[in-house]
């Protein structure tokens, strides 16, 4: 498809196709090296870089650093080593759905009210910018710190269970309260 761009405001868009081609075939997945789609697919991620830049294909290249939001960081790959797709991927486990660790990147600080418990302040509701949500579990704090020769750091997190479900993480560092993430 074309990029196009558009003078003034637009209220609907007419789509029309001139010719469509059946399902002559069955469609496999885009990085499965026994299907005959790796044309296609050393194609689209040429596109990608064409239309992006090559800083758009990356990989993840993980550290021991024990602050997660600073254990990844990501490495330029060329366009054939991104077609190859990824490698060593786990086999999904037919036990049943597992929820996925969704990163704010960077942490979002956030308004926290904790009570006291023992030897640490405890969230018992926090605020975002979709209004207050109220924990009704709430697991730590996992203390984390270190940085003995980069900036010292010192962190608690919480791994906690707000009133409609969902799960989400936590920390305080600094005197300060930060969403790390949420389970998805």
Known sequence: LERIVLPDAVVGVELRIDRVTGNDGAQGDLFDRGFASAGAV?????????????????????SAHPLLDLRTSWLPVSPGEAAR???GMPAANAAGPHLTLQLVTPPREIAVETER???HERPIRYRD???????VETAGPE???????ESPF????FRCVREDGVLVW???????????????
């Open 85 to 87: 797709g990824p490698i």
């Open 117 to 119: 418990r023992r030897d």
């Open 170 to 184: 936590l920390y305080r560092g600094g005197g300060d309260w930060y969403m790390q993430g949420w389970w998805d």
């Open 143 to 149: 203390r984390v710190s270190g940085g003995t020769w």
């Open 154 to 157: 010192a962190r608690e997190y």
């Open 129 to 135: 910018d979709r209004g207050w949500h109220g924990l």
């Open 42 to 62: 050393v194609e689209a991620v040429a596109d990608l870089a064409d239309d992006q830049g090559d800083a758009v294909l990356v990989k993840p290249r993980n």
